[in-house]
């Protein structure tokens, strides 16, 4: 299901790795913020909040994602690419400010070096 804003609003995005359920995750850089329609929505960084991306309605009406990409250590001798994706609706109406969480269930992960598919579906 689709995050959704109305035109002119910005929200939080929180990103949590959870693929592997019994390691403990630890970024190795910072996470790269993408849209995929940036004359809709932007987003970026928030500082002091390494997991935390600010999306920003910036543009007509319609659909966007939103794209987190890192490095991540799962303590097993493997730094993987990992990449969350979350489907954004910008909707007409009222000023609104929101959190939505993002959460890395759909990703792809890959030896770096290699090169990664996003996950559009």
């Not at 250590?73 to 990992?82: F, K, P, R, S, T």
């Not at 269930?105 to 890959?110: A, L």
Request: aromatic fraction near 4%; charged fraction near 20%; avoid cysteine.
């Amino acid at each position: 299901m689709a995050a959704i804003l109305t035109s002119g609003s910005d929200a939080e995005v929180t990103i949590e790795w959870d693929d592997h359920p019994n390691l403990q995750p630890t970024m190795t850089g910072q996470i790269a913020w993408a849209s995929s329609n940036p004359e809709i929505a932007t987003v970026e960084p928030v500082p002091d909040k390494p997991l935390v991306g600010r999306v920003y309605s910036v543009g007509p009406i319609g659909p966007v994602q939103i794209h987190a990409t890192a490095e991540v250590d799962y303590g097993d001798g493997a730094v993987l690419l990992q990449t969350a994706t979350v489907d954004v609706n910008i909707i007409a109406g009222d000023y609104s400010r929101g959190t939505a969480n993002l959460l890395a269930k759909r990703h792809v992960v890959t030896p770096l070096g290699e090169e990664a598919e996003l996950d559009r579906g």
